[in-house]
């Protein structure tokens, strides 16, 4: 489960590097990625797709490693599926996210105010500065609400969704954490630390003042508090995993990749130069739609029209 800005990109940097087959675009699936959402394999977003289907949708390519890089889906599909997340500090999220889409300050801060849910509402708008943990975990409804909508409850509601994950990582402990990786999913991890992988760090011009930076503490709130609780949860993990008895030593020796089925390279091959296709049509659009978008323009300081209610 990628939350967008947390190191959800090293991850699968990583999975890639340990020789799993995953999809080309930051290993989403159509529809589980911030840029891919209106071309999901089963609706927008992929709200039609089951537990079972996206099971035999990933065997069917060959594909051993996903992300989902937007909210979580109702179901959590646990028993087809290992779950895994990588959190961090929520107030460094929201300055790195700013950088890395060129957001000014101050349109973030209308954001906490004024509802702007624009079509790439994973990267702008007011999900991505209002309690977006809490609204990412608490599924399509909750995230898709108002300014200041999100709740104690919907707070109680992502510690349980969190705690169905094997596997919870915070980011400014991910090297010490990572053997959890190994662990759980096989993975040979490099010999000193994670390879860290993003898509670069942004405008660095994009600051917010002390005062800013104030109000977005007061107004995520419940985002903190989920933060420190995965991080209390993450140590509790690496506790149990440690405790069922195999050593990062003998992790080390394991193999890179499961073993596939005759003709399944191929067959992913094939699946990921269709992607390449619709990913230089979908740039394309994206492109359009965020030119329109700073015709608003968060890019500048103000909030943005499009989406806007």
Not at 275 to 282: E, G, I, L, T, Y
Request: glycine share 8%; aromatic share 8%; charged share 25%.
């Amino acid at each position: 489960f990628h939350l967008h800005k947390a190191g959800g990109t090293t991850i699968c940097s990583n999975a890639r590097t340990a020789g799993l087959q995953a999809p080309p675009r930051n290993c989403n699936m159509p529809g589980d990625g911030p840029r891919t959402l209106s071309r999901g394999i089963d609706g927008y977003a992929n709200q039609g797709l089951t537990c079972d289907g996206r099971a035999s949708y990933a065997k069917r390519h060959c594909l051993e490693f996903l992300a989902v890089e937007r909210w979580l889906d109702p179901a959590m599909c646990v028993s087809q599926f290992l779950y895994l997340t990588v959190l961090r500090d929520p107030i460094r999220r929201i300055e790195s996210l700013c950088r890395f889409e060129d957001v000014a300050p101050e349109a973030a801060m209308s954001w906490l105010s004024t509802t702007v849910l624009p079509p790439y509402k994973v990267s702008v708008g007011t999900a991505v500065v209002d309690n977006f943990y809490v609204r990412s975990l608490g599924g399509n409804e909750v995230y898709h609400r108002a300014a200041g909508g999100i709740t104690r409850r919907d707070l109680d509601r992502a510690r349980e969704r969190l705690d169905a994950f094997e596997v919870v990582l915070i980011l400014e402990k991910l090297d010490e954490q990572a053997f959890m990786l190994a662990l759980a999913l096989g993975w040979r991890l490099p010999e000193s630390s994670l390879t860290r992988h993003s898509f670069g760090k942004g405008n660095s011009d994009r600051r917010f003042t002390a005062r800013q930076l104030a109000e977005l503490t007061d107004g995520n709130q419940l985002d903190v508090e989920l933060y420190r609780y995965a991080v209390r949860r993450a140590e509790q993990l690496a506790v149990g995993w440690r405790l069922r008895g195999a050593s990062l030593a003998n992790v080390q020796t394991q193999r890179h990749a499961p073993r596939r089925a005759p003709n399944c390279q191929m067959t992913y091959r094939k699946w990921v130069q269709d992607q390449d296709v619709a990913k230089r049509r979908d740039v394309e659009e994206e492109r359009k739609h965020i030119q329109q978008l700073r015709g608003g323009d968060w890019s500048r300081g103000r909030a943005g029209q499009e989406g806007k209610k």
